[in-house]
């Protein structure tokens, strides 16, 4: 796709509010672009180099290439793989499968490190994302310390709805892409535990699910 292309691709990304159309415009020259199926594994390694990844359409998940636990999920208008800013090698140990058939652009990381060093929003913004999602993390270790395995299940997917989701009348439903796996895998748990607590969670009308959506009425969410 052309500079153009890539430019409308990237409006919307909260990240890039700052920058200006020249340098968004030299950023799209550099900038490389791929569609995704669903189900296909996204390689963070590019040319033997690290990347870092601009999600326009779809979902991913990253994944503990170590043992293949789900770590978090990305959404559209997000961005992955900038863990190789902060910690290389642990960066090596991640990897990403799309949930649904994605857009991704994606810059080697030495170039995104050239271009946040001298647009300081820029740094600010993706370290600001990867805070994020080490809060995330901290917030998981002391729900496991904190609250049984029922409420953690119970939590997450009254966050992921919220996140994900879209209002429709007095619903808020989003596509249900995990797997209980899945869902296990985020809240340290069992698929048997997590299939136990979405049955009883349909059974008092708080959730409804199918194979293709997860939804929760509005009013049980917190404004």
């Given at each position: 796709m052309?500079t153009y292309?890539?430019?409308?691709f990237l409006e919307g990304?909260?990240?890039?509010n700052?920058?200006?159309?020249?340098?968004?415009?030299r950023?799209?020259e550099?900038?490389?672009?791929?569609?995704?199926?669903?189900?296909?594994t996204?390689?963070?390694l590019k040319n033997n180099?690290?990347?870092?990844?601009?999600?326009k359409?779809?979902?991913i998940?990253?994944?503990?290439a170590?043992n293949?636990?789900v770590?978090?999920?990305v959404?559209?208008?997000?961005i992955?793989g900038e863990?190789?800013?902060y910690?290389k090698?642990?960066a090596?140990?991640?990897?990403?499968v799309a949930?649904?058939?994605c857009?991704?652009?994606?810059i080697?990381?030495?170039?995104?490190?050239?271009?946040m060093?001298?647009h300081?929003s820029?740094?600010n913004?993706?370290?600001?994302v990867y805070?994020l999602?080490?809060?995330?993390?901290?917030?998981?270790?002391?729900?496991?310390l904190?609250?049984d395995?029922?409420l953690?299940?119970e939590?997450?997917?009254?966050?992921?709805?919220?996140?994900f989701?879209e209002?429709?009348e007095?619903?808020?439903v989003a596509?249900n892409?995990?797997?209980h796996?899945?869902i296990a895998?985020l809240?340290?748990?069992?698929?048997?535990t997590v299939?136990?607590?979405?049955?009883?969670?349909?059974?008092?009308?708080?959730i409804?699910y199918?194979?293709?959506?997860i939804?929760?009425?509005?009013?049980?969410?917190?404004?």
């Amino acid at each position: 796709m052309n500079t153009y292309t890539k430019y409308w691709f990237l409006e919307g990304f909260n990240l890039f509010n700052k920058l200006g159309r020249i340098t968004m415009m030299r950023m799209c020259e550099i900038l490389e672009m791929e569609n995704i199926n669903k189900g296909e594994t996204i390689q963070l390694l590019k040319n033997n180099e690290k990347s870092i990844f601009f999600l326009k359409k779809g979902t991913i998940k990253i994944i503990d290439a170590l043992n293949n636990n789900v770590k978090y999920i990305v959404k559209k208008g997000n961005i992955f793989g900038e863990l190789s800013l902060y910690d290389k090698q642990a960066a090596l140990e991640e990897q990403a499968v799309a949930l649904e058939d994605c857009i991704i652009c994606y810059i080697e990381a030495d170039r995104m490190e050239n271009i946040m060093e001298k647009h300081k929003s820029l740094k600010n913004g993706v370290l600001k994302v990867y805070g994020l999602r080490i809060k995330k993390l901290e917030r998981r270790l002391r729900d496991l310390l904190y609250k049984d395995s029922a409420l953690r299940i119970e939590e997450f997917i009254k966050d992921y709805i919220q996140e994900f989701g879209e209002i429709e009348e007095n619903q808020i439903v989003a596509k249900n892409l995990l797997s209980h796996k899945d869902i296990a895998n985020l809240t340290n748990t069992s698929r048997q535990t997590v299939s136990n607590v979405m049955s009883c969670l349909r059974k008092d009308d708080i959730i409804s699910y199918n194979s293709q959506y997860i939804s929760i009425p509005k009013k049980l969410l917190p404004t």
